[in-house]
C-alpha cells in the first residue's frame, strides 16, 4: 500500500513539475497514512480515503512550495498540517510554525512532528490573536504566514498583523479566487491558478505583503 501511494505521489509529482528524493516522498505518504489513522478518532479532515489525500493534501500544498521563500514560516490554522507539515518535509532547511487553537489537532501535530522526526517543526496550540513570539526579548516576525483560506483574506490579514514586518510575505490559498482585500494597509502582489494533478477543482494562490 505504502509503495503504491509513494508511485502516485510521484507520479502527480512530476506532473506538476516537481521532484522530491524517494525517502522524502516516503515520508510524505508516512505522514497521510498518520492522518488516515488519526482520522477515527479526531476528525482531522473530511477526506477519508488516504488515496485521495495523495492529490487533496500532499499535491495540493506542495503546488505552492515554490513560492515559499524565507526561513522562518508560519502556517496559522494549521489543522492536520496542511501545507506546513508537507513544505517542513521537503524544505528541512527552513524553520517552520504550526499554530492551531484546537486541542485534538495540535496533539496529533506534536505526534507526527515525533514519528516524522521533524526537527525544524514547533507546534503551537494558541489563538493567533494571542500568540506573541519573543526570542531573547525580541519579537519575532516571520517571513513568510500561509493560510488554506480558514477565514476571509482581511481576517487573515489582520489577525496576524503582529507577526508581519514589511518584508513578510502573506499567502493565501484559495479555492473559488477572491482578490478582495478591503485593508489599504495591503498590497496584492500577485495571484496564481494552481494546477494540482488529480484534483478537479479550482485552486488560487494570493501573494500579499504589508504597505
Request: aromatic content about 8%.
Amino acid at each position: 500500500m505504502k509503495e503504491r501511494l509513494r508511485q502516485q505521489l510521484e507520479f502527480g509529482l512530476s506532473q506538476m513539475g516537481l521532484h522530491f528524493s524517494v525517502p522524502v516522498q516516503q515520508k510524505l505518504v508516512h505522514y497521510i497514512q498518520l492522518i488516515a489513522r488519526w482520522n477515527k478518532a479526531f476528525n482531522l479532515t473530511a477526506i477519508r480515503d488516504v488515496e485521495e489525500m495523495v492529490s487533496k493534501h500532499l499535491l495540493d500544498s506542495l503546488v505552492v512550495q515554490p513560492y515559499v521563500e524565507g526561513n522562518n514560516v508560519l502556517d496559522v490554522g494549521s489543522g492536520a498540517g496542511l501545507p506546513g507539515i508537507p513544505f517542513a518535509i521537503t524544505s528541512p532547511e527552513k524553520h517552520f510554525v504550526l499554530l492551531d487553537c484546537n486541542g485534538k489537532k495540535t496533539r496529533f501535530l506534536t505526534q507526527a512532528k515525533i514519528d516524522l522526526k521533524l526537527d525544524n517543526v514547533e507546534v503551537i496550540h494558541q489563538r493567533v490573536e494571542d500568540y506573541q513570539p519573543i526570542v531573547d526579548g525580541h519579537r519575532i516576525y516571520f517571513d513568510v504566514i500561509t493560510a488554506r483560506a480558514y477565514a476571509t483574506t482581511d481576517e487573515i490579514l489582520s489577525s496576524t498583523e503582529h507577526l508581519q514586518d514589511a518584508n513578510t510575505r502573506i499567502l493565501v490559498m484559495q479555492g473559488k479566487l477572491d482578490e478582495q482585500i478591503q485593508s489599504h494597509q495591503y498590497q496584492l502582489i500577485e495571484s496564481h491558478t494552481l494546477d494540482v494533478y488529480g484534483l478537479d477543482a479550482e485552486r488560487h494562490l494570493l501573494e500579499i505583503k504589508k504597505l
